[in-house]
């Protein structure tokens, strides 16, 4: 038997979860030590699992299979295609920089007591979120899936509800309520979706008889598993419904500007760039393949509500008065596009959608970091409350501007490559879409120049005027991110070829061909 | 008395025995062996009883302790010693002259009541949580149960130090009537089981130490009730006598699939109606329903659930639910299975009404107690959806999710005992804000049990709902399963919310202290987290074990 190297790159962050908060209560830094030290031990993992993932080689590599409940028909099985392995990779890269950032978001405050100790508890939720994402990026069990999807709810409900932005206007009660409020609200969505999602599970398994996606795929395929056109509607749209709350999507997004805002930017940072683009990605491995009719079925209504949640995420965004609230409904918008690339069901638009769950990751985490940078030094969220921090801290604000700029998908920056990729393979199927689509853009640049205008530019505010520039550890966080957007902004190849054939397997499975350029046909 | 008469009554004890006996009363063929673990625990219950006589008053308390953990391990061992010697599938049968049943699912119960019941007993024993009185230690229980509440004799017995001992031999008692409950082969000894567990429940409510009249109350309320839903019971069991001419399970089925033509002669009238059927098995099934506090049946389970002493409720919601559940099974599955379509719908409803109903009336609850007497009966609605399947897989899926609920159930109400001010328990909502923050682990391990009653994966309660919604989907209830989805999700709302409050609230001043148990509630609620946790991620042996045992011998 090989070497589980999936198995181990979950059970690794796992372990050290257990073992952070397992540290005393007074050895605070030991504890984050040995978290960072885990997250990167998990990056090499990663780091290994690309290099020994064969783009051209079978559909899912590096696979195990297990027998685990055989009662519900239910296998430990793991595999990663192309997409998986980009995720996965995402995943362990942004949890280090995550873990830095928030070096001392949760340390006590002084009136605690003794016994409470939320420093290894912070760090110890963020690796059990972590272990349990890449464990979901890799499950090829629809059960397996199910399982990490649900209970990784419930570290991120903790990490929301129980460290809180320290930046905050009002009373530290009033605070307290509104960060629980958007713990429970965050739980109880996501929840909700999961809920509808087990019933489509058991409906699935009682049709199917198993829960490997892999046999029932090629069941499918075959034509050995026939599905009534209603049953195959009903649990595609229990399955999808869960994960569009989980993406967001209009209108089931609502959760996330509240959980964005109210939790540190790290953690913010966690639930948009590496939790929510496990919603993403199991429309693209569960929704497709399990359903591939239902889903050409519902694309127009899914293309239209992607739609919405471009335009109206960045209209919301043009008008917040909150910096992470901004972010996050700039993040709605993007996650539009990915759903919409994910559903034109062109080549073009499901490799740009994989690209563009990286490069949103990366992107939004530069921003948003360097955000709670920012907002760490004033004590506040609100954008009003700053200005002309450009002459003050030159670097917070340079990094600041590439983070914005990558947010609205400059060419040279990542971002840009992933958004085209969709915007084509939108058009090519549909036009209409495409141009509309397009509007997203330009309010991209407006809220995010306006946003840079108002904090960065004008004169130095008084609050401002005493602010230090990006300490070491900071600059250790945002410089990798910011070379990497340049890197992949330029030379996107690595990527790619990683994810294009994935792609193609996924368009196969929709019997989808991309529709012929117009020229062409016209001859 | 007339002949025919005298005929009838004759028949009544006679019908089980064999025919060429009919004239005369023989010995009765009793199977020790197979009845052992009933023997056992009614044989140290009458122990008990005499040890409470003739032992000196300092000694009882350990000598009952001793003696009810002996005989409830004992008892579980003479379980498992059957079940390995294939009683539950090969050698399954019916003993005691076909009153008693020893099959799988009757064994896999009676092994689960069992460890719930040791489990639940230390909490029975702890004697750390409340303050010594007057230099003695006591427990939940009342220092003299037959004091009126405030009078001088009551004081007179706390200043003595006495303490109330028989609550062992009366848990002991509990037991032997629901080992026996699940296992009834006949709808008489049904009833007797039944007596014979509720009757020492209800005092066992009446006990309490703490908050005396609001336990009397609970007790008063639920002896009430219960002698109210055993009265239906009763005139079920005669109506369907009335019906089939004997009380036996097999001979009923018989007369409901039309197997049996010699009619007996004094019922040549009734025999066979089917009106007598339904009404009765709608009596026996009413009774039934009462006990697992499925609603519309349900009234009597918050106030009982909140006034008993906590050690009590967690027992009686644990094992309790068990047997009910056992027996209810046994009655459906074996008596009625020609009748599926008579039965289905009522209980669709039911399990409907049950699961929504349990769920969004606790939404409003504002102590603890009470909250988890409405998420009982939400379960009680998710455990009939798994019945109504009437698989065998509807029959696994159960014992599975009985055997997983009860932990949670006694690990949970054991953590309750915990949490307690200068008024005893503070079971009130709002006095556990903060927890998390002052008792990082007691609040953590109670979410643990909270997250498990939810319903979240890798804890017991997932896999147990995950089984009985599968059971149900393939048995063709997908609706109940939609509806149980929903009603999970009304559900996960308050259980969140006690979490937000232990974790999320700042603690106050003048809150609650969590008292340091001694080993013996910590043993309980280790072995409640322990089984949650490994229920939730390796079920596969326990699922093993319940479809092993899900075939009913008749």
């Keep these: 038997m090989s070497f589980p190297l999936l198995t181990v790159t979950a059970a690794l962050p796992a372990a050290g979860a257990i073992l952070t908060a397992a540290v005393p209560a007074a050895r605070r830094t030991t504890a984050k030590w040995l978290a960072l030290l885990v997250s990167l031990g998990t990056l090499v993992l990663a780091a290994l699992v690309a290099v020994r993932f064969e783009p051209g080689g079978e559909r899912y590599q590096l696979t195990e299979s297990h027998a685990w409940i055989a009662d519900f028909g239910v296998r430990y099985e793991l595999g990663v295609d192309g997409i998986g392995v980009a995720l996965i990779a995402l995943t362990a890269l942004l949890i280090p920089f995550i873990v830095l950032a928030g070096w001392h978001d949760a340390d006590p405050y002084e009136t605690q007591t003794k016994r409470w100790r939320p420093t290894q508890g912070f760090f110890a939720l963020i690796l059990m979120v972590e272990a349990m994402v890449i464990l979901s990026f890799a499950a090829t069990d629809v059960f397996l899936f199910y399982i990490l999807f649900e209970a990784m709810l419930i570290p991120m409900y903790f990490l929301i509800g129980g460290f809180g932005d320290r930046a905050h206007t009002g009373t530290d009660e009033n605070a307290a309520a509104q960060r629980s409020y958007a713990a429970v609200k965050f739980l109880l969505y996501n929840l909700v979706g999961g809920l509808i999602m087990l019933a489509a599970v058991i409906g699935l398994y009682v049709v199917a008889g198993n829960f490997s996606l892999t046999e029932i795929a090629a069941a499918r395929a075959s034509g050995e598993l026939e599905m009534a056109t209603d049953t195959e509607r009903l649990l595609f749209l229990g399955f999808f419904f869960a994960f569009a709350v989980k993406a967001p999507l209009w209108p089931l997004h609502t959760w996330l500007p509240n959980a964005m805002g109210e939790a540190t930017a790290p953690v913010a940072v966690l639930i948009t760039a590496v939790v929510d683009k496990v919603g993403t990605f199991a429309m693209l491995r569960f929704c497709l393949q399990l359903f591939p009719e239902a889903s050409k079925w519902a694309t127009p209504a899914i293309i239209v509500l992607a739609l919405i949640s471009i335009v109206y995420g960045a209209l919301l965004a043009v008008g917040q008065r909150d910096i992470k609230r901004l972010v996050a409904y700039a993040s709605i918008s993007h996650f539009g596009f990915i759903i919409m690339g994910i559903f034109a069901m062109t080549s073009q638009g499901q490799s740009g959608a ?170 | 008395m007339s002949a025919s008469a005298a005929v009838a009554v004759h028949s009544l004890w006679t019908t089980a025995a064999e025919p060429a006996a009919a004239d005369r009363i023989g010995a009765p063929a009793i199977e020790y062996a197979q009845l052992a673990p009933t023997l056992i625990v009614v044989g140290a219950a009458v122990v008990g009883v005499l040890l409470e006589a003739f ?367 200068a008024g005893g328990e503070a079971t009130h909502l709002s006095k556990w804000a903060g927890l998390g923050r002052r008792s990082p682990l007691v609040a953590a391990v109670f979410a643990v049990f909270l997250l498990a009653f939810a319903g979240i994966p890798l804890t017991s309660g997932f896999s147990g709902k995950f089984a009985v919604f599968k059971a149900a989907a393939e048995g063709g209830a997908g609706a109940l399963v939609v509806i149980g989805v929903i009603s999970s999700a009304i559900a996960a709302f308050f259980y969140i919310r006690v979490i937000v409050l232990m974790f999320f609230s700042e603690p106050k001043p003048e809150g609650p202290t969590v008292a340091v148990p001694s080993p013996l509630t910590m043993t309980t609620i280790a072995v409640g987290v322990a089984v949650t946790l490994a229920l939730g991620v390796a079920p596969q042996y326990f699922l093993d074990l319940a479809g092993q045992a899900s075939v009913f011998v008749r």
């Design chain 2, 55 to 421: 032992v000196p008053r300092r000694a009882r308390y350990h000598a009952q302790v001793f003696l009810t953990v002996v005989a409830l391990a004992a008892a579980f061992a003479a379980v498992v010693a059957l079940a390995a010697g294939g009683h539950a599938t090969t050698k399954a049968g019916i003993v005691a002259m076909g009153a008693i049943a020893v099959d799988g699912p009757a064994l896999f119960l009676q092994g689960t009541i069992l460890l719930t019941s040791l489990v639940a007993v230390f909490t029975f024993a702890e004697r750390r949580l409340d303050p010594a009185h007057h230099g003695h230690r006591v427990d939940s229980f009342a220092a003299e149960a037959a004091a009126v509440p405030g009078s001088e004799q009551e004081k007179a017995a706390v200043k003595a130090g006495f303490t109330t001992t028989e609550v062992f031999p009366l848990v002991l008692f509990a037991v032997g009537g629901m080992l026996v409950f699940p296992a009834a082969n006949d709808l008489l000894t049904l009833f007797i089981a039944l007596e014979v567990f509720s009757l020492p429940l209800y005092l066992l409510c009446a006990v309490a130490r703490r908050k005396r009249l609001m336990s009397q109350e609970a007790a008063v309320k639920y002896f009430l009730l219960g002698a109210f839903s055993s009265a239906f019971l009763l005139f079920g069991v005669a109506l369907m006598y009335g019906y089939a001419g004997s009380v036996s399970y097999a001979r009923i089925a018989d007369v409901v699939d039309g197997s049996v033509s010699d009619i007996t002669p004094a019922l040549a009238q009734t025999m066979g109606n089917d009106v007598l059927l339904l009404i009765g098995f709608a009596m026996v099934l009413m009774g039934l329903l009462f006990k697992v506090g499925a609603v519309p049946f349900h009234m009597w389970t918050p106030d009982v659930y909140q006034g008993a002493p906590t050690p009590v409720t967690g027992f009686m919601a644990a094992a309790t639910k068990v047997a009910a559940f056992g027996a209810m099974l046994r009655l459906l599955y074996v008596v009625l299975p020609g009748l599926r379509w008579d039965w289905r719908p009522v209980m669709w409803g039911v399990a409907i009404v049950t699961m929504l109903a349990g769920a969004i009336v606790a939404i409003t609850q504002t102590d603890i107690k009470r909250l988890l007497a409405y998420s009982s009966i939400a379960h009680a609605g998710f455990i009939l959806a798994g019945v109504i399947a009437a698989t065998p897989d509807g029959v696994s899926s159960v014992l599975f999710y009985l055997g997983a609920y009860s932990f949670v159930t006694v690990g949970a109400f054991a953590v309750v005992t915990l949490v307690r001010d």
């Design chain 1, 354 to 523: 994989t690209l563009y769950m990286v490069n949103h990751g990366i992107s939004t985490a530069a921003l948003m970091l360097v955000a709670g940078f920012l907002i760490t030094r004033r004590g506040s969220r609100l954008i009003a409350d700053y200005g002309g921090v450009q002459k003050v801290a030159p670097v917070l604000a340079g990094t600041f501007l590439v983070g914005g700029l990558a947010t609205l998908s400059l060419p040279g920056l990542a971002p840009f490559v992933s958004e085209f990729l969709v915007l084509v393979g939108t058009f090519a199927r549909y036009p209409v879409a495409g141009i509309v689509a397009t509007s997203g853009i330009v309010l991209a640049a407006l809220y995010t120049l306006v946003l840079y205008q108002r904090t960065m530019t004008g004169p130095v505010k008084e609050e401002v005027r005493a602010m230090p520039d990006l300490k070491a550890r900071e600059l250790v966080v945002v410089a990798p991110l910011i070379a990497l957007l340049l890197v992949l902004g330029v030379y996107p190849k690595p990527l790619t070829e990683i994810v294009d054939p994935a792609v193609r397997h996924t368009m196969s499975d929709v019997q989808q061909k991309d529709p012929r350029p117009e020229v062409e046909a016209a001859k």
